[in-house]
Every structure is written in C-alpha cells, then in structure tokens.
C-alpha cells in the first residue's frame, strides 16, 4: 500500500523560503520517479519539480528554475521540495507524486497535499 504524506506548507512573505516535505511509505523513494505538482485557486494543476528513478537531473517547470530544489533522502525515505525567492504566484496547494509502474512516469500515487501561501 503506497502512502505519500506531505507537510511543510505554511504562510510565508514573499522571497522567503519553505521545505515541503514528503514521506513515503510502501515505496522507495529513490527507486521510483518522484514528483512535486502544484495547483491554485481556478487553475490546473501543474508539475513543478520531478526527479527519476534512473538518477540524472531533475526536471523544473520554467516559472520556478533556480528557485526551487527537488531531493531525496534514501534514509528517511522522503523527498523534499526546497522552496526560495517565493513568490505571490507559487500561493497553490502543493502535492506529491510518484509513479504506479518503475520506469513509466506514470504518477498515479497522491499524497494529501500540503498548503502554502505567499503574502
């Protein structure tokens, strides 16, 4: 049974920072792809941050490149989205993913969400 479980939202001013956490359960975090998505008020969601199973760089959306990190701790297994320069427009509730089959990027396992806010 895979369990994803974010925290680390909270409210923050804008260009500080935040670490979203995201410990997983019934995975290994480093054998699988592993995302951070994000959706606002009256939008769709959108893939932020993911980093793959096979190792190489991760992948950031344009709007948070050089502000956002992706990284993963085989010995908590969880992963972290660290968050700096935050922004009016990264206000969303930011969730967690990873993939059902190894290799497919295919992300169908969800975490909760988590909420954070930038005033």
């Known amino acids: 049974h895979v369990q994803l479980v974010e925290s680390g939202g909270d409210l923050v001013q804008p260009g500080g920072s935040l670490r979203l956490s995201c410990a997983a359960a019934?995975?290994?975090?480093?054998?699988?792809?592993m995302g951070w998505f994000r959706q606002a008020p009256g939008k769709e969601r959108e893939e932020v941050a993911t980093?793959?199973?096979?190792?190489?760089?991760?992948n950031y959306d344009y709007s948070v490149k050089g502000r956002l990190t992706i990284s993963r701790d085989n010995a908590k297994n969880t992963v972290y989205l660290q968050m700096n320069s935050l922004k009016s427009e990264d206000t969303a509730l930011y969730y967690c993913?990873?993939?059902?089959?190894?290799?497919?990027?295919?992300?169908?396992?969800w975490g909760q969400g988590t909420q954070v806010t930038v005033s």
């Open positions: 993913a990873t993939e059902v089959v190894a290799g497919y990027v295919d992300f169908g396992y």
């Open positions: 019934g995975i290994t975090v480093t054998d699988k792809c």
């Open positions: 980093v793959y199973s096979g190792g190489g760089s991760p």
